[in-house]
């Protein structure tokens, strides 16, 4: 069975430094991985994946995260944190279409405050 | 596109009573998922349809919870009688089975307090 750890659940940084929210997974195949964000009172929103190709994929919001296949980590980076980026941070795994259908496992998520 | 669209945002009943929440899934989205998110679990996968299918109803908690989607544009998710500890943020999404690695597009939620 798949799984997602996110090891911090909370984060504090201030505007303008730089971020990285943990995520490891388990799967036992080549995963597809994604890293979803939730406002307060607001669904999630899709921020970026990873199927193939380039370990290293860009997103929305000026986010980047890199898949580590030795590491079974996906971490998501920001080079600069803006005031708007504070919320809840998911990350997902998926099981390839012939694995499990399409059913993503959620980590239990990162709350990531930013201070002024 | 209208979205994921939930009803209603907010529902408030009594222990015992029944509650029916709601979801219309993006049109040509044929995957649907329910998700319930507390505080203490995260987020937990309910139950998840393909074409009006029931795939996977591993997550359902007990027999008070029953889903359906009698169509492709809608899916009820029923908790009869409802208890306190059944109060949560439920969540539906959906995606295009077969091309779901394009991700979900989730709801705003249904937050259902039970006392």
């Known amino acids: 069975a798949q799984s997602v750890t996110q090891p911090d659940i909370h984060i504090t940084v201030s505007e303008g430094a730089s971020l990285e929210l943990r995520c490891n997974y388990s799967?036992?195949?080549?995963?597809?991985l994604f890293w979803y964000v939730q406002s307060p009172g607001q669904g999630l929103q899709l921020l970026l994946k990873?199927?193939?190709?380039?370990?290293l994929v860009q997103g929305i919001k000026g986010f980047e995260a890199e898949f580590k296949r030795s590491q079974s980590s996906f971490n998501l980076r920001k080079p600069s944190v803006h005031w708007s980026d504070a919320a809840e941070y998911f990350c997902?795994?998926?099981?390839?279409?012939?694995?499990?259908?399409?059913?993503?496992?959620f980590g239990t998520g990162t709350q990531l405050k930013v201070e002024l | 596109d209208a979205g994921v669209i939930q009803s209603p945002r907010h529902e408030v009943t009594e222990m015992g009573q029944e509650v029916t929440l709601r979801c219309k899934p993006i049109?040509?989205?044929?995957?649907l998922f329910w998700y319930r998110q507390t505080m203490m679990r995260g987020l937990e996968l309910l139950i998840y349809?393909?074409?009006?299918?029931?795939?996977?109803d591993s997550g359902m908690p007990e027999d008070r919870f029953s889903a359906k989607m009698p169509n492709a544009s809608f899916s009820t998710l029923k908790i009869q009688p409802s208890e306190p500890r059944d109060s949560a943020v439920y969540f539906c999404?959906?995606?295009?089975?077969?091309?779901?690695?394009?991700?979900?597009?989730f709801g705003s939620g249904t937050r259902l307090t039970v006392v």
């Open positions: 999404a959906s995606t295009s089975a077969g091309t779901y690695v394009r991700g979900y597009t």
């Open positions: 799967y036992g195949a080549t995963p597809y």
């Open positions: 990873y199927f193939s190709g380039d370990t």
């Open positions: 997902a795994v998926g099981a390839g279409l012939t694995g499990g259908g399409n059913k993503l496992t």
């Open positions: 049109s040509g989205h044929n995957s």
């Open positions: 349809f393909n074409n009006n299918v029931p795939i996977d």
